[in-house]
């Protein structure tokens, strides 16, 4: 399983989505996630929510992850519209490959697969049926309210050429023991080692028990 540290690897709150939590996943062997919002006048900002003065730039974080090599798996969130340029002109800039760009409107993506980004799809309970699933080259699996992630999707789209990312349902204030046993269960089975990711504050947790 490659775990996705939910917006770095934090204590408290205002930790999320900082360079210094974004830095510490690296140094802990996880991939990230992380939230892309228009800063103006060309600039990305690292911010869930509508950004602050504390808010770090994207360019400064892509530019960290160049400069020490890293190949983690990037899942970069998207919150704002009509980002793709400045974004793809930062992935040419500092030769980012391991990444995707997912949960965009759908005219966005359009405009990122249009560009030639990575993106991923959505599915979930309100989206059964994924959107541009053919141009996609992943699929974000998010589980709400019930867990219906199985054997047969999460194969079905592997057969597929999808790269998977799943939700894990603590991002959700749910209990997850149950549908991590689950996931490891179909990943030992079929052999699946390092082709699914979980997105998950559980960091430490998931590590210990995937790994193990």
Same mark, same amino acid.
């Given at each position: 399983?490659?775990?996705?540290?939910?917006?770095?690897?934090?204590?408290?709150?205002?930790?999320?989505?900082?360079?210094?939590?974004?830095?510490?996943?690296?140094?802990?062997?996880?991939?990230?996630?992380?939230?892309?919002?228009?800063?103006?006048?060309?600039?990305?900002?690292?911010?869930?929510?509508?950004?602050?003065?504390?808010?770090?730039?994207?360019?400064?974080?892509?530019?960290?992850?160049?400069?020490?090599?890293?190949?983690?798996?990037?899942?970069?969130?998207?919150?704002?519209?009509?980002?793709?340029?400045?974004?793809?002109?930062?992935? $040419?800039?500092?030769?980012?490959?391991?990444?995707?760009?997912?949960? !965009?409107?759908?005219? +966005?993506?359009? &405009?990122?697969? %249009? @560009?030639?980004?990575?993106?991923?799809?959505?599915?979930?309970?309100?989206?059964?049926?994924?959107?541009?699933?053919?141009?996609?080259?992943?699929?974000?699996?998010?589980?709400?309210?019930?867990?219906?992630?199985?054997?047969?999707?999460?194969?079905?789209?592997?057969?597929?050429?999808?790269?998977?990312?799943?939700?894990?349902?603590?991002?959700?204030?749910?209990?997850?023991?149950?549908?991590?046993?689950?996931?490891? $269960?179909?990943?030992?089975?079929?052999?699946?080692?390092?082709?699914? !990711?979980?997105?998950? +504050?559980?960091? &430490?947790?998931? %590590? @210990?028990?995937?790994?193990?």
């Amino acid at each position: 399983m490659q775990i996705l540290a939910h917006r770095g690897f934090w204590r408290e709150k205002k930790e999320q989505n900082s360079l210094a939590s974004l830095a510490k996943a690296f140094e802990m062997g996880f991939g990230i996630e992380t939230d892309l919002r228009d800063g103006g006048g060309g600039n990305l900002l690292l911010s869930h929510d509508i950004p602050t003065s504390l808010s770090e730039k994207a360019e400064e974080f892509f530019q960290f992850y160049h400069a020490h090599s890293f190949h983690f798996p990037l899942a970069l969130n998207i919150k704002a519209d009509g980002l793709q340029k400045h974004l793809l002109e930062f992935i $040419k800039r500092y030769k980012i490959k391991n990444y995707f760009v997912f949960d !965009m409107s759908v005219p +966005d993506a359009l &405009l990122y697969l %249009k @560009e030639g980004l990575n993106v991923f799809t959505r599915q979930s309970e309100y989206e059964k049926e994924p959107s541009f699933y053919e141009e996609a080259c992943g699929v974000w699996l998010d589980e709400f309210h019930t867990h219906y992630i199985d054997e047969k999707l999460i194969l079905e789209h592997l057969e597929n050429g999808k790269q998977i990312a799943i939700v894990s349902p603590d991002l959700h204030k749910r209990s997850y023991e149950k549908e991590w046993e689950e996931y490891k $269960k179909i990943i030992t089975k079929h052999k699946l080692y390092g082709k699914i !990711m979980l997105c998950t +504050d559980k960091v &430490l947790e998931a %590590k @210990e028990f995937f790994n193990d």
